[in-house]
T-cell receptor, first 112, second 114 residues
Framework: NAGVMQNPRHLVRRRGQEARLRCSPM?????VYWYRQLPEEGLKFMVY????????ESGMPKERFSAEFPKEGPSILRIQQVVRGDSAAYFC??????????FGPGTRLTVL | QQQVKQSPQSLIVQKGGIPIINCAYE??????FPWYQQFPGKGPALLIA?????SEKKEGRFTISFNKSAKQFSLHIMDSQPGDSATYFC?????????????FGEGTQLTVNP
């Protein structure tokens, strides 16, 4: 059973470009959480999605950030017009329901 | 009220020692407390988790001690090995109708010397 998959693993963007981060949950998991980790810090919750629905986006910045989890395909975290402060590791976690979450390897975003 | 405070920030022990990492929380609505291990460049891996109706849980060399009245919990690693060198995060989940978001501590960088 494959684990949570994220791609790309590393992403470099210039200021003002768009970043798209993808997350494929574990088989059978319909709950996806996105977290952001700044250097030398803990993980901070961003958004929680179930198939085709955003359930809790209280941790998402109000502008430039969006997330989706379509009926088919991976969950996508989209950052428009990236700024240097967006440089971080972005992790998704999947769950079959309940509290246990399994994390992917992360996408490390660098904004030049 | 949503914070989880973790200490120490870093910890160095000799092989065979028992590192202890501590976490404290304020929000009594937290009902699930996992620990994650993270190696450089990797995602966090779930180690062990506990609920507040249990005071201790062991899985292999890892033990969680939980003190509900003090709102504190800790991770003990028995017979630590150099391969245990990693960053450890505690977390807490507040059960809500809108899911199981985790609140993380700031992490403890553990080094186990040979």
């Amino acid at each position: 059973n494959a684990g949570v998959m994220q791609n790309p693993r590393h992403l470099v963007r210039r200021r003002g470009q768009e970043a798209r981060l993808r997350c494929s949950p574990m088989k059978g998991h319909s709950h996806v959480y996105w977290y952001r980790q700044l250097p030398e810090e803990g993980l901070k919750f961003m958004v929680y999605l179930q198939k085709e629905n955003i359930i809790d986006e209280s941790g998402m910045p109000k502008e430039r950030f969006s997330a989706e989890f379509p009926k088919e395909g991976p969950s996508i975290l989209r950052i428009q017009q990236v700024v240097r402060g967006d440089s971080a590791a972005y992790f998704c976690a999947s769950s079959p329901g309940g509290p246990t979450q399994y994390f992917g390897p992360g996408t490390r975003l660098t904004v030049l | 009220q949503q914070q989880v405070k973790q200490s120490p920030q870093s910890l160095i022990v000799q092989k065979g020692g028992i590192p202890i990492i501590n976490c404290a929380y304020e929000n009594t609505a937290f009902d699930y407390f996992p620990w994650y291990q993270q190696f450089p460049g990797k995602g966090p891996a779930l180690l062990i988790a506990i609920r507040p109706d249990v005071s201790e849980k062991k899985e292999g060399r890892f033990t969680i001690s939980f003190n509900k009245s003090a709102k504190q919990f800790s991770l003990h690693i028995m017979d630590s090995q150099p391969g245990d060198s990693a960053t450890y995060f505690c977390a807490a989940r507040r059960r809500e109708t809108s899911g199981s978001r985790l609140t993380f501590g700031e992490g403890t960088q553990l080094t186990v010397n040979p």
